[in-house]
């Protein structure tokens, strides 16, 4: 449960809004249709409630469902901080600093990832986004983007690259990080020798946190169940896991049970293949003094 609200995210208020009510509806022994019939309000309302997908949650909603609930005074004074903070702050990507930079369905992911408790990535070309540096992505930007972006839009999509990793470091709640890249993510000279050793420096500074988890898969491990392309797999308390994938064509996620799956077993098999996180740490460092 969040306890410091006035440093939690909106993304993060209304996830723990949705589950502590979710709790008190199971423990007032109520189905969901009878608490609409007292509410007087749409099945669809309860869900978003209970789900945190309203971006604006009115405290007067959370009031009148405590209320049907009998929710103690400091439970009750809780989920109210957590609908105000909904409604007196913005969640970072909607503001208009970034928002020109974020198409509306790398925005829907930013939610996803805001939210999530874990996130499982493997990257076979890249430094995962959320382990990058300035440096390093203004090299990918200006590589991959042969549209003569302006100096302002390129200084917003690092922006957004930069504030992303705040999920690394929140006060409450830290995203759990788990990175599995091959080999040659180490090896490729991005941007210059100089970017590069900046890049694995950080990489090795990254990888020392408690919340974060980094193997390679050695060029050695042969082939391997990444050699299909990148994923990323968000993780949820509550809520079942989904799949994020990026390429050239554009983003997708991916929710069907039996295909996420899939993704859960490549990843496992991809986390025996690659060498441990001590032994990884060794190639990250032996990987400086290429560069």
């Not at 993304?11 to 502590?20: I, M, T, V």
């Not at 490729?188 to 100089?194: D, F, L």
């Amino acid at each position: 449960m969040i306890t410091d609200v006035e440093s939690a995210t909106p993304a993060l208020c209304r996830l723990q809004l949705g589950r502590e009510l979710r709790k008190l509806r199971a423990a007032a022994g109520l189905t969901s249709t009878q608490v609409v019939r007292k509410l007087i309000c749409s099945p669809s309302k309860l869900t978003r409630l209970e789900t945190g997908e309203n971006a604006v949650v009115e405290t007067a909603d959370v009031m009148a469902l405590c209320e049907i609930y009998g929710a103690r005074p400091e439970v009750r004074e809780l989920l109210i901080g957590y609908a105000a903070v909904t409604k007196t702050r913005k969640d970072w990507w909607q503001s208009p600093e970034y928002r020109p930079a974020i198409s509306p369905t790398f925005k829907a992911y930013l939610g996803l990832e805001a939210t999530a408790e874990a996130l499982q990535t493997y990257q076979g070309e890249f430094v995962p986004g959320l382990l990058q540096t300035e440096d390093y992505v203004r090299s990918i930007i200006h590589e991959l983007r042969t549209d003569g972006l302006p100096a302002d839009e390129i200084d917003r999509l690092v922006a957004v690259r930069m504030t992303r990793q705040d999920v690394l470091r929140r006060p409450e709640q830290p995203l759990r990080f788990a990175a599995i890249v091959n080999e040659s993510v180490l090896r490729r000279q991005v941007g210059g020798s100089a970017v590069m050793r900046g890049q694995v420096e950080h990489l090795i500074e990254m990888a020392s946190q408690p919340a974060v988890r980094v193997q390679v898969v050695p060029f050695k491990a042969g082939a391997h169940a990444g050699m299909d392309g990148a994923f990323t797999l968000l993780r949820y308390e509550d809520a079942s896991p989904i799949v994020y994938l990026e390429n050239l064509g554009g983003a997708s996620v991916v929710r069907r049970r039996a295909d996420v799956a899939q993704y859960e077993e490549a990843f496992t098999d991809l986390q025996i293949l690659a060498v441990g996180p001590q032994e990884s740490l060794g190639m990250i460092k032996e990987a400086i003094k290429e560069f």
